[in-house]
Each structure stands twice: as structure tokens, then as C-alpha cells.
């Protein structure tokens, strides 16, 4: 099994910054893509950035400039570095990942739990 775990959620005042860590753990022979999803209050979920396996990161439009994804392929984790944070930013973020779990015979997706981030004064 696969089993991911985000990290770093919080409160943060507007401007402030927050750091995210997703860690990859389980039965894996290996990671593909990694992405961070978020949904705020009342809304549905959205994708904010997908990183390749070589790290290049695609982000959405309203974080872009301002987000970060730093990818560890030795240590399997993914960071998102959350600068210039607005109130708009606040909701609950999410990792998702494409692996091939050992035993596996396909490549599957797999989620976090999700981290609370809530930007406000």
C-alpha cells in the first residue's frame, strides 16, 4: 500500500508564508507525478500544481509567483512553499501522487489526508 501524509498546515496572516510537506511511504516501485489539490470553504476541489518526476512544476493561475514546489525524489516527499498568502488561499490542501504500488499491475492514485491552511488577520 501506498500511504501519504501532508504536513505544515496551519495559520498564517496575509502576506505570511507556509511551507507544506507531503512523505511518501509503503509498498512502491515507483512515483510519477505529484500534485497538490486544495478546496476551500464551499467550493470544489482544484488542482494548484503537478510535478513531473524530473520536477517540472506546472501551477495554477492564482498561485503562480507565489507557490513553490521543491520535489525530493531520494527521500519521497514533495514541498509547497506558500508565499505572499491571501485570505483566498485558506482551505484544506491535499497531495496526490501516481505510483506503481509493488504487486501493483498498473499505476494508481493515491491521496493524503489533506492539511488545513487558513490565512487571516
Known amino acids: 500500500q501506498v500511504r501519504l501524509v501532508e504536513s505544515g498546515g496551519g495559520l498564517a496572516q496575509p502576506g505570511g508564508s507556509l511551507r507544506l510537506s507531503c512523505a511518501v511511504s509503503?509498498?512502491?516501485?515507483?512515483?510519477?507525478?505529484v500534485r497538490w489539490y486544495r478546496q476551500g470553504p464551499g467550493k470544489q476541489r482544484e488542482l494548484v500544481t503537478t510535478?513531473?518526476?524530473?520536477?517540472?512544476?506546472n501551477y495554477a493561475g492564482p498561485v503562480m509567483g507565489r507557490f513553490t514546489v521543491s520535489r525530493d525524489n531520494a527521500n519521497n516527499t514533495v514541498d509547497l512553499q506558500m508565499n505572499s498568502l491571501k485570505p483566498e488561499d485558506t482551505a484544506v490542501y491535499y497531495c496526490?501522487?501516481?505510483?506503481?504500488?509493488?504487486?501493483?499491475?498498473?499505476?494508481?492514485?493515491?491521496w493524503g489526508q489533506g492539511t488545513q491552511v487558513t490565512v487571516s488577520s
Open positions: 496526490n501522487v501516481i505510483a506503481f504500488a509493488r504487486g501493483g499491475i498498473t499505476w494508481d492514485v493515491f
Open positions: 509503503g509498498n512502491f516501485l515507483d512515483i510519477g507525478a
Open positions: 510535478t513531473t518526476k524530473r520536477g517540472d512544476t
